[in-house]
Each structure stands twice: as structure tokens, then as C-alpha cells.
């Protein structure tokens, strides 16, 4: 079946723009995840979504990183005011039963 | 604070020379530890998750196992299609919903080299 799929792939962005990048989950699963791997770092939690509620939003690293989704579907990541500490691989993850998390292919975020 | 640390950082092998890579963490609540492959370019593949102590789990050449403090993934004769980075990761009992499915704390990484 489909797997999770991000979209843009690429995104090069100048300083101080906004973003949004989108994840659309596994068909039926109800828990979805936002991550961040910088270089050299490990993968970074960011926001868990159940259902379309966020109940864990403590990885956001600041006020303008924000983070919806709909219809327990497809969600958004919204970078506000970018900055070049933002560049990064932003992951998403949709889970069925929240143990094994399935990746998708990441969005490339560059601001110059 | 949930951590996990991966070692070595990187491990070059001949083919068919058999070897474990490391993860050893501190988690509150352990409620799984996972193990993930990440191509370059690409996002992690899923391969293992360990519950308990004393869990193995195997899949073609990569067997993964669980202590209470560490975790070991073997790799057995490989491949030179098995070169990759190998991610382990931990989940705690979460505060939410009473059960979890707070993010995954994961480790840096072991960038596997496997030469034909």
C-alpha cells in the first residue's frame, strides 16, 4: 500500500519567509509525528498529533514553528519567519497503534 | 531526560565479516526501543522493536537484542546492500492518554560500510 508521503521534496526558502510543508499518513492511522534531522544531529521530535488534537507539542523548538492536521488526515508544518538554524530534513511519521512509527521521505528545507 | 547513544559512529566491514553495532540508553519507562535503517536521501525504514529484557528479534542477516540497559544489533555476514545508517531509538510510557506515543528519542547513528 501507499506509504507516507511529504511534499515539497525540496524547499529553498530566503531568510525570513514563511513555510509549510505537508504530510499525508498511512491510510487509517490515526497517530502522526514531525521530526527534524539536522546534520550531524539525530533525529529531533518535534509535535505527536491523536486524531487532529496535538497533546504533545514540546519538541517545537520555538513560537514559530506550529503544526495542524484535518480530518485525522493530512497535516501542516508551519515555519514562521525562517531562519538559517532552520534548515534541516523535516520528517513525518504516521503510526496505527503508536509502538512502530513509519517514516516518510522528509522535506529538504534550505534558507538562504 | 530520555537518551540514547549509539556506537561506533561509523564501521567499515569486508563482506561477509560479522559484527554488532551499540545502543545503549536511559529512558523513564521504557515502553520500546526501535531499530531503524536510513538510506541516503531517504527516510528510516522500520525494522525492529524490542518490549522487554531478554527480547530477540531477527530479520535475514540482522538479529536485535535487548538488555536493560543496551541493546545490540548483529549483523551476520553481510552485504554490500546492507551499507546504511543504522538508527536506534526509544519511546517512554508516555503523560498523555494513558499510555504513550510520546516522540521517539533517537540515537546519532551508525554509519555502516559493508565493501564488496
Known amino acids: 500500500g501507499a506509504g507516507v508521503s511529504q511534499s515539497p521534496s525540496n524547499k529553498v526558502t530566503e531568510k525570513g519567509k514563511d513555510v509549510e510543508l505537508r504530510c499525508d499518513p498511512i491510510s487509517g492511522h490515526t497517530a502522526l509525528y514531525w521530526y527534524r534531522q539536522s546534520l550531524g544531529q539525530g533525529l529531533e521530535f518535534l509535535i505527536y498529533?491523536?486524531?487532529?488534537?496535538?497533546?504533545?507539542k514540546s519538541g517545537l523548538p520555538s513560537d514559530r514553528f506550529s503544526a495542524e492536521r484535518t480530518g485525522g488526515s493530512v497535516s501542516t508544518l508551519t515555519i514562521q519567519r525562517t531562519q538559517q538554524e532552520d534548515s534541516a530534513v523535516y520528517l513525518c511519521?504516521?503510526?496505527?497503534?503508536?509502538?512502530?512509527?513509519?517514516f516518510g521521505p522528509g522535506t529538504r528545507l534550505t534558507v538562504t | 531526560e530520555d537518551q540514547v547513544t549509539q556506537s561506533p559512529e561509523a564501521l567499515r566491514l569486508q563482506e561477509g565479516e560479522s559484527s554488532s553495532l551499540n545502543c545503549s540508553y536511559t529512558v523513564s519507562g521504557l515502553r520500546g526501543l526501535f531499530w531503524y535503517r536510513q538510506d541516503p536521501g531517504k527516510g528510516p525504514e522500520f525494522l525492529f522493536t524490542l518490549y522487554s529484557a531478554g527480547e530477540e528479534k531477527e530479520k535475514e542477516r540482522l538479529k536485535a537484542t535487548l538488555t536493560k540497559k543496551e541493546s545490540f544489533l548483529h549483523i551476520t555476514a553481510p552485504k554490500p546492500e546492507d551499507s546504511a545508517t543504522y538508527l536506534c531509538?526509544?519511546?517512554?510510557?508516555?503523560?498523555?492518554?494513558?499510555?504513550?506515543?510520546?516522540?521517539?528519542?533517537f540515537g546519532k547513528g551508525t554509519h555502516l560500510i559493508i565493501q564488496p
Open positions: 511519521a504516521s503510526s496505527p497503534d503508536r509502538y512502530e512509527q513509519y
Open positions: 531509538a526509544v519511546q517512554a510510557w508516555g503523560k498523555y492518554s494513558g499510555g504513550g506515543a510520546d516522540g521517539l528519542t
Open positions: 498529533f491523536q486524531g487532529n488534537s496535538a497533546p504533545d
